[in-house]
């Protein structure tokens, strides 16, 4: 992904405190970044706060922003941290236990119950059914497994663009990328079943 | 090569790139060992499942681009407020003069309400006006009712653009502060209207008399009284000279002004409107 000039004339005007480039230069990755930021979260509101998130990080950290890689090499790198972050947060959370006992009258205890209310794989019908395996199994994935392969096979990042995202080193990448495909067929073949219609 | 090794093939081999003193022991074993093919074989659905998943188009909301220029704007004010404006910010800001068009800090894009028809504001409009001003001390507030697509530009009289915005049947509401010492002339250009302000600096001019261009003199009012001036006329680089003497500015104002018609006035938005035709 190479730098590209109008990219480079954007953020030298940004730099300069040109907000209207700045709404130029949003404007021209905010569809992607959101592409993106929703693949990784399927959910539209978490992946818009990620983008905002992101491209205010993206303002406030230009005077960084040497060019020595692309643009989009960057954001990509923000947008993966953002994506982190919330996550991270989400975790720190308190969550109802799943193992609480429920005190009734009488002393006896009924465990706590929780309906699994998403569609199980025998009410899905064939491409789409195993789209939303791919993307429910892409959810139950550690983060930076789930952002790696999202970069790769549906951003359509190369593995060196991923290795400057994420600063890591080029082998590292194929190989953390092929545990991650690997990872990822694991939990893909609790349904091969399934999977293997059509 | 073991199995766990040939695992941590699968992708290269997929891709093509498994070179070739590895390739060979890699598909031997493939064809020998039946759960070793099922699991690539399952491995390779994996992989174009996911590259499935590129066709698949997400579309952002409609608002996403507001929805993040107003986080921007909302970050940029809590930054000002708490001394935490990135230095760089700073910086140009003394590099422009001083002139902080402050949109940044505390403009309020929003939905306009339906209908036409604006009843009497602060602005002092009681007519079809989009384009708006009303004076809160030394700062001018905008306002601007998009009808449409349009573009709102603050610049500096000599065309250097401060601030910009684009605007979708929105209304802008923003306030125009000069934190430099002395008054300036600054062009507001919002779709087809026009407007050129005088925004007071902090410290009063000293000067009372003056000869120069209707724009330096609504400057000069703006700077000698320490309230925005708003200024019409067809040519600001029209010739005058002025004395300015007393508190009231309607009053105290006499003009050389040859066989052109200047006028002062105060008006209710609080801006004082140099007219002249």
Known sequence: MSQEPADLLLIERCKGGDRSACDDLIRKYERRAYQYAFRLTSNPEEAADIVADAFIRVYNALQNFKGNSAFTTWLYRILTNCYLDLRKREKTRQHASFDAAIQIEGGAERERQFEDTGPGPVELTESGARETLIARALKAMPEYQQAMLVMYHVESLSYEEIGEALDLPLGTVKSRLNRARLALRELLMQDEELFRIG | MTIQKAREFFSSYHEGTLELGLRQPFERLLRSDAQLRAEYEAFARTVESLESMRAEPIEPPFDLHERISARLDRDLWVRSRSGRVPIWLAIRQYALGGIAVAALIGAIVSMQAGGGGFTADPFGATSQE????????????????????????????????????????????????????????????????????????????????????????????????????????????????????????????????????????????????????
């Open chain 2, 130 to 277: 989009r384009l708006r001003f009303s004076a809160d001390g030394r700062t001018v507030v905008l306002a601007y009712d998009a009808p449409g697509s349009a573009s709102v530009t603050v610049s500096r009289a000599s065309g250097v653009p401060l601030q910009s915005f684009q605007l979708q049947r929105q209304r802008l509401r923003s306030p125009i502060t000069n934190t430099s010492l002395r008054a300036e002339l600054v062009r507001v250009t919002a779709g087809e209207d026009d407007a050129l302000l005088a925004v007071p600096g902090s410290r009063r001019d000293a000067k009372p008399e003056g000869k120069g261009t209707l724009g330096q003199f609504a400057t000069a009012l703006a700077g000698w009284y320490l309230t925005p001036v708003r200024l019409e006329a067809k040519d600001a680089n029209v010739t005058v000279s002025w004395r300015l003497r007393g508190v009231n500015p309607a009053d105290a104002v006499s003009l050389d002004v040859g066989n052109k018609s200047v006028t002062i006035d105060q008006e209710s938005n609080g801006l004082l409107r140099l007219s002249a035709r």
